[in-house]
């Protein structure tokens, strides 16, 4: 599975997804793939597989 779809099964990181789609977070953006990133570096989910 993907790094994207892993961060959407992780709750912690759509709450964050959330926060930078609504522009309340400077440290976290999401990049035109759809990922998250934190000041640019991949943010890699905790869900187990």
């Known amino acids: 599975m993907e790094v994207k779809?892993?961060?959407q099964e992780?709750?912690?990181l759509e709450q964050l997804r959330a926060k930078a789609q609504g522009?309340?977070?400077l440290s976290f953006d999401i990049a035109r793939?759809?990922?998250?990133k934190y000041i640019g570096?991949?943010?890699v989910s905790d869900v187990a597989q």
């Open 10 to 12: 992780d709750p912690g």
């Open 23 to 25: 522009q309340q977070s």
């Open 33 to 36: 793939d759809g990922v998250l």
């Open 41 to 43: 570096r991949l943010c």
């Open 5 to 7: 779809t892993w961060q």
